[in-house]
């Protein structure tokens, strides 16, 4: 028997029905010589702090730097007790391994697929042989020809080190500055991290930018002309910030009744079309044109993916190589009869395709994203947008460029420049594809000569004002993550900039609602601001290692080298390991003399020796061998400045209106601390209640 591992019970169904895998078991499925089993994902893990026997609550254990990383199974949603469910599939997988006499890794064909099977593998102590399945779409073809094309497992070793120093660094780095926020501040929900926390730092520094960000005005004139039966507004190519100079030259201008037609320059412009998708590209045009956030495209995608109707989308490349090239007629001709799509396969099965999105040295883990051959059936209506997004990037990077001449002419009035710049569309080309509006000029001027006279018909003074970097939004946050904070507006320099980039596209979803889950962002409409929280966590941060953009993007290319050249995974460790060092003790540091700021001179209740602190969403004693803690919010209020300063002053706070029960009943009460250190409500007598 051979065993199969995949990373989904779906996606073993799918290879069980190719393979002729009928027998349903407990966790797995048998028949044809197969054992096909499954993971749910990672099941297994470096193990917790906990699990090498150290107390989260001391600091002198900071940093946590095991000898040896341990591998224990998953842990539950609230990350306490072992999950059951993990620990028995494992038992279900072992079962299976033992059986088998080699394994086919069928769990998905990347950097993190590789590190689910592995971790599995290591810690079930399993030896024996295994091949790699590696495919980019699920359709039945496509696993056919990956299990003609198996490959010996010991050629992803590199890629299996690469996926292994990410989790060892987001392990030591994670952990042991997250609990050195934790304990300085008094919070458990806090947390830091290799990708995070740099993550964070860019949008508090864009937020701060622009807030502090003073408008500058300036001034440019206007006049206003007739060509034919149609009026122009020029805009002079000088700019002035003193009013009382643009002033002068206004009036000046005004006395000038004519314009001269200085110079005509026309020139073709050639806008090739774009590449095809990768997940970070789908993800920001997904957030432009949708608002959909970027782990809500990840997981439609994932969806579309399992239903077999596009190509593997944890994907970084936006190219494809020459043997996917030749089956993209095939896959157009499937369009034919979706009539937003008909004219333009038409047009393409006529005409030579397009291949600047085709190139075999340029493709990463897997090519960029496609359509499969399959054609949907019936699509709800955010995958519909999703899938549509990917069918016309697809349409449109196979297409001809767009070509057409753009006419810039200058005008003289006054011995002033002023400008008007039009276009006309020779070959529309890909930007025929979805028809979406040109570029702005896109309008036909008529032709005119040089040296012609123009009457002025009117003058203006515009006021202008400088304006701060935009905020982030979930598009432009990818973006710069994906180029490590750098403003690149160039797409060939952009491409160049990938490898330095931080978060993976498989990474930076989770890492961006990790933020908000944290508290430490929020959504403004479209913008992505911090809160508070974030913005306090960031000014306490900001200049350590741990909050430096670049730094991560130096990480994150030296796993990709790490997958070239597996001999510099021990070098990257060692310098994780001293990185580790240095940041936790920076944390401490920086972080203990900010500590004052949150003392009181209110008694601990319980131990009646530390002092209280108050934090942003708790309360907490100040004194090492104390555990007195207690959240600021209490069935659903949260406790302000004032009432928290009567509790610890007087022993009981003001009554406070608008407490929440658990069947959502009002209720109003004041709080003390009893015995037992614990926040109780007093209740007002009906009596003194009716009075009132």
Known sequence: MIAILTEKPSVGRDIARVLGVTNKKDGYLEGNGYMITWAYGHLVGLAYPEDYGINRFEINNLPIIPKEFVLTPRRSAKGVQTDSGAVKQLKVIDKVFSQCKSIIVATDAGREG????????????????????????????????????????????????????????????????????????????????????????????????????????YFQPEIKITIGDKMYALTGTQKYENEQEANTVYKRLTQCPTTKLSKVETKEVVQNPPLLHDLTSLQKEANVKFGFSAEKTLNIAQKLYEGKLISYPRTGSRYIPEDVFLQIPSLMAGLIANPLYASVVGQLSKSKLNRQSVNDKKITDHHALLITGNIPDKLKEDEEKVYSLITGRMLEAFSKACKKDVTEYSFICDELEFGLKGSQVKQMGWRGVLNEDMDEDSHLLPLLQEGEYFNVDSYNLLQKSTKPKPLYTEASLLSAMETAGKEIEDEEKRKAMKECGIGTPATRAAIIETLFSREYILRLKKTIIPTKRGLDLYKSLRTLNIADVEMTGAWESAMAKIEKDPEFYHSFISGILVFTEQTTKEILEVLSINKADFETPYICPKCKLGKISFYSQSIKCNNSKCRFTMSRKICGKVLNEKQLTELFKNGESPVIKGFKSKKGNSFDASIFIDETGKPTFKFIPKEKANKK
């Open 114 to 217: 590789e590190l689910i099977f592995r971790f599995i593998y290591e810690y079930l102590k399993c030896k024996k042989p295994f091949q790699r399945l590696w495919i980019s779409s699920l359709t039945d073809s496509a696993i056919k020809d990956g299990f003609n094309n198996l490959v010996d497992g010991s050629a992803f070793d590199s890629l299996y080190l690469a996926a292994k120093a990410r989790s060892i660094s987001d392990w030591l780095i994670g952990i042991n500055a997250s609990r050195a926020l934790c304990k300085m501040t008094g919070e458990w929900n806090n947390s830091l991290g290799r990708v995070q926390t740099p993550t964070l730092a860019m949008i508090c520094n864009r937020y701060m930018e622009h807030k502090t960000f003073i408008s500058q005005p």
